[in-house]
């Protein structure tokens, strides 16, 4: 079974904070992607890179995976996967972040195959038991 969890922002030390997921908007549409490798929607983010701030890794995800050009970008909370049962697993932890995009460019020439605008989460899901939670903590807040 898994459970996603959620934390206040600054709860957990920042060096366990190994992802950076971006909920953005655009025209007043959900963004998702669809990676090269895969024929499934999900929510634009990625892993943080060595000596990067969280905060640096959610726009340098936004950017490559969307090609937002200017936005507004506002931390949310962090959360976490816990995989019950799992042996010899560890509990991983991202941070949420919610975007409001402003200028979209040509998409870079990394590992997203498309985007698309949704007006609510897709069918389709990369990570179907995560993704919608991630995207309901953001409408309770914005909603």
């Known amino acids: 079974m898994i459970k996603v969890n959620f934390y206040r922002l600054n709860t957990i030390e920042d060096s366990k904070l190994l992802f950076a997921v971006i ?4 025209n007043g549409k ?4 669809k990676h090269k490798k895969r024929n499934t929607w ?6 943080r890179e060595k000596n990067e701030t969280i905060d640096s890794t959610a726009s340098r ?3 490559e995976e969307t090609g937002a050009k200017k936005f507004n970008i506002t931390p949310i909370c962090i959360y976490s996967v ?3 049962g799992a042996k010899d697993y560890t509990e ?5 972040f919610y975007a409001e995009i402003e200028t979209l460019d040509k998409l870079p020439d990394f590992e997203i195959n498309e985007i698309k605008l949704f007006d609510n989460i897709p069918e ?3 990570y179907p038991l995560i993704q919608p939670f991630l ?3 953001v409408l309770k807040i914005f909603n």
């Open 124 to 126: 389709n899901l990369t």
């Open 82 to 84: 816990d995989r019950d």
């Open 135 to 137: 995207h309901e903590k």
């Open 92 to 96: 991983s932890f991202g941070q949420l």
């Open 42 to 47: 999900e929510i634009p983010g990625g892993h």
């Open 30 to 33: 959900w963004i998702y992607v």
């Open 23 to 26: 909920m953005a908007k655009y």
């Open 61 to 63: 995800e936004l950017f």
